[in-house]
């Protein structure tokens, strides 16, 4: 099993930054891509950035060129730095965190933009 906690949301005006971070234990070895994911209320789980173990990254449209996600493998910490944030980024972050044969949330964190 892997547990992952995450921290660093809040509230914040719009144009502001935060950064979230994600520490990963248990059995935190071979983990293959960890991710950000939020969700806005009456919507759907989206994926926001993604980063493999070796360091290749993917974005949501909405997000590319103001998130940055980065990884530390030997701290098994994930990163999501969000600048120039605006009101429609304000959801549920959630850490996600794939093996080869399972995934693993954490539980959450809220941002709020205000405007």
């Known amino acids: 099993q892997v547990q992952l906690v995450e921290s660093g949301g809040g509230l914040v005006q719009a144009g502001g930054s935060l950064r979230l971070s994600c520490v990963a234990s248990g059995s935190s070895f071979a983990i293959n891509t960890m991710g950000w994911y939020r969700q806005a209320p009456g919507k759907q789980r989206e994926l926001v950035a993604a980063?493999?173990?070796?360091?290749?990254?993917n974005y949501a449209d909405s997000v590319r060129g103001r998130f940055t996600i980065s990884r530390d493998n030997a701290r098994n910490t994930v990163y999501l730095q969000m600048n120039s944030l605006k009101p429609e980024d304000t959801a549920v972050y959630y850490c996600?965190?794939?093996?080869?044969?399972?995934?693993?949330w954490g539980q959450g964190t809220q941002v709020t933009v205000s405007s």
């Open positions: 980063i493999t173990i070796g360091g290749n990254t």
């Open positions: 996600k965190a794939t093996k080869r044969y399972a995934e693993y």
